[in-house]
């Protein structure tokens, strides 16, 4: 399914107390592509994500999915948090069933065969009973996803799903969430501070400005796939990621206000 975002306004609070965390957003994303949001801490990224998937109605514009407008969360979107978001009295086993259950899987034994399998397909057959609290960070958001991919959505939004991870689960859950992405139908909208992680996922990495955030720029990551070691060590590799931190610098330093002289500032702790 693809994804389209017009004019996009978010608005929180009113008065002289208003926010507007997204302004004039606007794109597209094709069916079957993957595509990373960065920008700056605060710019509106989660606030795109939460309008995708129907959690909030933007205050202007029209958000849609395949032409249709986006009115309240379905079937057809998946999320995945930074958090996990499983349930902790419940098994890697039955959180998948319970989300099956409220997503109208109404048979018992079907909702039990499709957990195992969705657990199988993460590499976590083995764990089916195992609860949140007895599970890795990584194994946690493996269960995640394979109970967000469960109802089998057609688009997975992701917003920084492997922040807490350490560096190498998180690229072992980046492989993990290509090759499910390669043997699927599933149109990805990713979130991430990681800019690495995003040009090595990604078809795109779209750059937002700073709050009120709207799209900045549209990099094409027009690098062969299977991505390997010796291609993420590549001056290729190399160079869009300086492209894709070029465009957040100058966010970032705006945001921040660090056009201060900081040269001078050891003088100041002396
Ligand atoms: N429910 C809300 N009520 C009031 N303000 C909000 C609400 N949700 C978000 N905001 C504000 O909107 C702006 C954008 O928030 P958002 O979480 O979308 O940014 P982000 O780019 O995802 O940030 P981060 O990278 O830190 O997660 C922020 O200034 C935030 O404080």
Known sequence: MSIQLDNIGMRFGTGSSAVWAVK??????????F???VGTSG?????????????????EGTASVDGVPIAKPGLDRGMVFQNYSLFPWLTAQQNIEFVLKETGT????????????????????????KYPSELSGGMRQRVAIARSLSY????????????????LTRGLMQ???????????????????DIAEAVF???????????PGKIKADIAIDLPRPRTEDLIRSPEFGALELHVLDQIKAESRAAEHLTLPVDSAPAAFA
Do not use: Y
């Open 152 to 167: 089998r959505p057609s688009i997975l939004l992701m917003d920084e799903p492997f922040g807490a991870l350490d560096a």
């Open 175 to 193: 492989e993990l969430l290509v090759k499910i992405w390669e043997q699927s139908d599933l149109t990805v909208l990713f979130i991430t501070h």
């Open 201 to 211: 996922l990604s078809d795109r990495v779209l750059v937002m400005t700073n709050r």
């Open 24 to 33: 004039d957003a606007s794109l597209t994303i094709e069916k079957n592509q």
């Open 43 to 59: 710019c509106g990224k989660s606030t795109l994500l939460s309008i995708v998937g129907g959690l909030v109605l933007p205050t």
């Open 35 to 37: 595509v990373s949001i």
């Open 106 to 129: 109404s048979r018992a034994a079907e909702r039990s065969d499709r957990a195992r399998e969705m657990l199988t397909a993460v590499g976590l057959a083995d764990f089916a009973d």
